[in-house]
Structures are given as C-alpha cells and as structure tokens.
C-alpha cells in the first residue's frame, strides 16, 4: 500500500490526486502501523515545524518514518516533509526527524524588498543525478512557498538547487529518502513527471546503494 502520512499538516488531498492522475493510488493515513509497513511513503506538509513534530510524536508517526527509512522503503517528502527530516529547525528551534543530516534556515536577506516567504514558479537546477529527477531539464520550474529552506550537512545529500537571492537546496535526499523543497503536485506537468518516477524508485541509487 502507498501512504499519505497525516499529521494535520494541511494538502494532503491535493497530493492524492496528484498521485491519481499519474495512475498511482495512496491513502492518506495517520495510523502508524500502516505508515511503518508501507510499500511506498509520500511525506507532505506546510504549517510549522513545531506544531508538525507535536503532532508527529503524539501520533508515534516519528517512531514509524523511522521504521520505514531503515528498512529502505522508498519515501518521498515534500516542502515541510524535507525541513522535518533533517536535523534541527531554526523554526521554533525544533529538533526533527534527523533522516538526512542537516538544519533548517530562515531566509534572511540584505535588500529589505526582496519577500519572504518565498512564493511562486522558480527554476530548479539538478546538480546531482538522481532517478526520481532524470526528466527535469535546465529551465525546468517548480511552485515553490516557504519561509525556510533546508541546509543538509553533506554536498552528496543535495541534489538540486535554486536561487532566491543566493542558492539554496531545493532537493535532497539520503538513501531510500528523497525530498523536494517545492511541490510537485502544484507544478503542473513537470511535477506530476516527478511524481511518477518516484512510483517507479526501488529507493536505491543508480550505483545500487
């Protein structure tokens, strides 16, 4: 069974019909037996990442993304998914999942005109392959809508990049995880391409590991 994870962290719906629309069904569940024995885990979200670790927690979900992550089933995160799967948050000064290691960081910037949060259509930049990225192309632009991006301890974790006033990681992963700061299930074609090759993802990596 493909799983939704649900911790009242809001587009769930959103994303299951995305997940439709390339042929693929996924339940939205928040009960963690099913989210620890899964065949495939899509970890969405928006909200805070205090409020979502609470929520995480008291639910025992942590306890099953864990689960799931060590026994290498193929999960996808999205937007507040990947900020809660590193290490710590500067959001609320929140320690999170650790499944990649890393932070999170607030956006700051020098000119006062330039927004946060950082919201709308940007390009998307692979700079490390990956199967669930082979069809993004250079000029290839996602929806994005965050106030903090995540910073991951190690260059081999980033796989993608984007510029807001300065670079940051836009797609990350480790091992069997991989995550997007954007989302896919609001970017149109390019995004339901993603969608559908993560489907397609064993969770290994083109060496095998």
Same mark, same amino acid.
């Given at each position: 069974?493909?799983?939704?994870?649900?911790?009242?962290?809001?587009? +769930?719906?959103? *994303?299951?019909?995305?997940? @439709? %629309?390339?042929?693929?069904?996924?339940?939205?569940?928040?009960?963690?037996?099913?989210?620890?024995?899964?065949?495939?885990?899509?970890?969405?979200?928006?909200?805070? @990442?205090?409020?979502?670790?609470?929520?995480?927690?008291?639910?025992? +979900?942590?306890?099953? /993304?864990?689960?799931?992550? @060590?026994?290498?089933?193929?999960? +996808?995160?999205?937007? /507040?998914?990947?900020?809660?799967?590193?290490?710590?948050?500067? %959001?609320?000064?929140? *320690?999170? /999942?650790? +499944?990649?290691?890393?932070?999170?960081?607030?956006?700051?910037?020098?000119?006062?005109?330039?927004?946060?949060?950082?919201?709308?259509?940007?390009?998307?930049?692979?700079?490390?392959?990956?199967? *669930?990225? $082979?069809?993004? %192309?250079?000029?290839? $632009?996602? #929806?994005? *809508?965050?106030? #903090?991006?995540?910073?991951?301890?190690?260059?081999?974790?980033?796989?993608?990049?984007?510029?807001?006033?300065? $670079?940051?990681?836009?797609?990350?992963?480790?091992?069997?995880?991989?995550?997007?700061?954007?989302?896919?299930?609001?970017?149109?074609?390019?995004?339901?391409? /993603?969608? &559908?090759?993560?489907? &397609?993802?064993?969770?290994?990596?083109?060496?095998?590991?």
């Amino acid at each position: 069974m493909n799983v939704i994870v649900d911790y009242d962290a809001g587009n +769930l719906r959103s *994303v299951q019909r995305a997940c @439709a %629309e390339v042929g693929f069904d996924a339940c939205i569940t928040s009960d963690g037996s099913a989210v620890a024995h899964a065949a495939r885990i899509i970890f969405p979200g928006v909200g805070a @990442a205090g409020s979502a670790m609470r929520t995480l927690r008291e639910r025992k +979900l942590d306890v099953a /993304l864990k689960h799931a992550f @060590a026994n290498g089933t193929p999960m +996808l995160g999205i937007c /507040l998914g990947l900020q809660i799967s590193l290490d710590h948050s500067e %959001e609320n000064d929140q *320690v999170t /999942l650790g +499944l990649i290691p890393g932070e999170v960081k607030r956006f700051r910037f020098d000119d006062p005109m330039r927004k946060i949060p950082h919201m709308g259509w940007n390009e998307v930049k692979v700079v490390q392959s990956h199967p *669930v990225l $082979e069809g993004v %192309e250079a000029g290839d $632009e996602f #929806y994005f *809508v965050h106030a #903090y991006h995540p910073a991951p301890a190690n260059v081999g974790d980033i796989y993608a990049l984007t510029d807001y006033e300065g $670079e940051f990681c836009s797609a990350a992963g480790h091992g069997n995880y991989f995550a997007t700061q954007f989302h896919p299930e609001k970017s149109g074609r390019v995004g339901l391409e /993603l969608l &559908s090759r993560f489907f &397609s993802w064993d969770g290994k990596l083109q060496d095998g590991q």
